[in-house]
């Protein structure tokens, strides 16, 4: 059973950084891509970043793109999430999720991904 554990939630201000982790167990996720969604109160999930186990190849949202990284540490099952410029639109509940399937084409849509974590809220404040 895939367990995935997120970390590094928390308030900024606005323009600051956050660093989120998530730490994946329960498979060796040869061939999986690893995503970031998050999901405001009243909006639907929403897909942020995503990146390829085996190749590292990766996906970003347009609200993503340039202000946040998305990475892997194999050694360490764990997928980061680095935010920059953070914005009051980006407050949310950030989710960490994983995809068998999705090493030869990442996936943007929740439904497309197999395991999910807890989630970790970031506020950002003005």
């Known amino acids: 059973q895939v367990q995935l554990v997120e970390s590094g939630g928390g308030l900024v201000q606005a323009g600051g950084s956050l660093r989120l982790s998530c730490v994946a167990s329960g498979d060796t996720f040869d061939g999986y891509a690893m995503g970031w969604f998050r999901q405001a109160p009243g909006n639907e999930r929403e897909f942020v970043a995503a990146?390829?186990?085996?190749?590292?190849?990766?996906e970003y949202a347009d609200s993503a793109k340039g202000r946040f990284t998305i990475s892997r540490d194999n050694s360490k099952n764990t997928i980061y999430l680095n935010m920059n410029s953070l914005k009051l639109e980006d407050t949310a509940v950030y989710y960490c999720a994983s995809d068998s399937g999705g090493e030869i084409l990442i996936d943007t849509t929740a439904s497309d991904y197999d395991y999910w974590g807890q989630g970790t809220l970031v506020t950002v404040r003005s």
């Open positions: 990146v390829t186990w085996t190749s590292g190849r990766t």
